[in-house]
Every structure is written in C-alpha cells, then in structure tokens.
C-alpha cells in the first residue's frame, strides 16, 4: 500500500464488527510498532494485546474514551531505564509511545483493520487489571477491529495557516 495514501486516508474507527482479529495480523501491527524510531533505540516500549472477552469488557468501564467494543486493544506502555523521571525523560518516553502509535494504525490500515489511539482511560485502573508493575507507564491505548463504519475526513487546518518559513509567524511562500 502506498505509504501517503494512507496517511491520507487512514481514519480513526469508534464502530467495530464482532469478528475477531488473527494473532498473526497483531503480530505483524507490533513488528511494525518496534521499528519505529526510538530514543536512544532503548526498545522501552511494552505492548499488552488485551483480546479476551472478559478483560476487554472489565477494562472499557474505565476507558471513556472508548464507545464500542473492539476485537481487541493495545495497552502501549514504556518500561524506563531510569528509575526516577525528570519531566523531560517522561515526555520522551511519551513520545516513543505515540511514534509506535502511529506505526500501529497505519499498520493496521494496512491489513484492512480499524483502529483508533485512546488516551482517555483511568491509569490506576488500568494498572490494577492488567497487573502492570510500578516501573512501567501506560501512555496510550490502541483498538483494533474490522470497521463498522467509514467516516468522512474531519477537516485539517490548511498548510498555510500552520506552517511557517524560518521564523514562527513568518509566512510560508513556495
Ligand atoms: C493522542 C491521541 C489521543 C486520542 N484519544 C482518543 C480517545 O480517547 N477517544 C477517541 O475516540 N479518539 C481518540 N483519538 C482519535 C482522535 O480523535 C482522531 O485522531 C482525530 O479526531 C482525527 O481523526 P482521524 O484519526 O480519523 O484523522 C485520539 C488520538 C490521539 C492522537
């Protein structure tokens, strides 16, 4: 699949069919999630592949951000290897969770298979029902199924308006 096409086209599903999603599919989506780039290639992600029934239901009373039930999801975390996090450190953790995120979906588009990233879940909760140990953050939520839906494009900000030459506000001219 062509790689702009899917950026273009890819778009977030909130309405998934009761079909299952294969492990080899899964396995492919996290395959391309760790060769996303990384900072200072420390593998830090953990990814945690929830595709049972009654862990999926138990999670999503403390996942508002989550409408329908997926076929499965995936918790992204980072297990850091410092053990106290200066804000900095945390915010690239952060950021190696979310490049892994977008490796996920557009993956996953790739194989025909809806996804949309979460961030709206309770952290404590989460923790407690996937036994998540104390040195490793959950940073965001993936789910995946066949879509249900297909949704028009929600507007982009043109480039003009958000991009700028040299210095901040200075138009961008081609
Ligand atoms: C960091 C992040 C957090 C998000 N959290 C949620 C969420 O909690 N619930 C949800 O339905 N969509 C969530 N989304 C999906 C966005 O709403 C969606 O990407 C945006 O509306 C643009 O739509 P598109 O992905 O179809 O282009 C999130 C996306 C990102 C990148």
Redesign the pocket.
């Known amino acids: 699949m062509d790689l702009i096409k899917a950026i273009r086209e890819r778009?977030?599903i909130?309405k998934y069919k009761d079909k299952p999603v294969d492990d080899n599919a899964i396995e492919k989506i996290i395959d391309a999630a760790r060769w996303a780039p990384n900072a200072g290639n420390y593998n830090s992600w953990r990814f945690i592949i929830i595709t049972s029934s009654a862990q999926k239901k138990l999670l999503l009373n403390f996942c508002p951000?989550?409408d329908d039930m997926p076929a499965a999801l995936i918790v992204i975390c980072a297990k850091p290897k410092q053990k106290k996090l200066k804000e900095a450190t945390r915010l690239m953790y952060m950021a190696d969770c979310?490049i892994a995120a977008q490796n996920i979906v557009l993956t996953a588009y790739s194989l025909n298979i809806g996804s949309?990233?979460?961030?709206?879940f309770a952290d404590k909760a989460l923790r407690e029902i996937l036994e998540i140990p104390e040195d490793v953050q959950p940073y965001?939520m993936v789910t995946l199924g066949y879509p249900r839906e297909t949704?028009e494009?929600?507007a982009r900000l043109p480039i003009s308006e958000i991009t700028y030459r040299n210095s901040y506000g200075k138009e961008w001219v081609k």
């Open positions: 778009r977030s909130r951000g989550i979310a949309c990233i979460v961030v709206s965001l949704p494009p929600p």
